[in-house]
């Protein structure tokens, strides 16, 4: 089992970044899929972002491209999501979670994912 904690989350104005983290701990492999999603109040939770545990292979969602970057540090256990011209609507709780079995047609469907942290607030004021 794999245990995940998000940080980074805040209070920023549109137009801002913030860098969030993930932290991993317990069994990791190097076939495992890194995840991040979005979940605004009474909204969906959403695949934000995805990154290899090795290899970086990455995948974003389609309307975030250019303005997200994910990435990881192996010898800190950690990945990351870059925001950059935050507005808004991406005012949600962001959450990591791990998908052990993936495929490229799968990457961004929760249900593949079986380990989730307890997610970070971002609140992006206008």
């Known amino acids: 089992q794999v245990q995940l904690v998000e940080s980074g989350g805040g209070l920023v104005q549109a137009g801002g970044s913030l860098r969030l983290s993930c932290a991993a701990s317990?069994?990791?492999?190097?076939?495992?899929?890194m995840g991040w999603f979005r979940q605004a109040p009474g909204e969906e939770r959403e695949f934000v972002a995805a990154i290899t545990w090795s290899g970086g292979t990455t995948f974003y969602a389609d309307s975030l491209k250019g303005r997200i970057s994910i990435s990881r540090d192996n010898a800190k256990n950690t990945v990351y999501l870059q925001m950059n011209s935050l507005n808004p609507e991406d005012t949600a709780v962001y959450y990591c979670a791990v998908s052990p079995f993936w495929s490229s047609g799968t990457y961004a469907y929760r249900t593949k994912y079986n380990s989730w942290g307890q997610g970070t607030q971002v609140t992006v004021s206008s």
């Open positions: 317990g069994r990791t492999f190097s076939t495992y899929l």
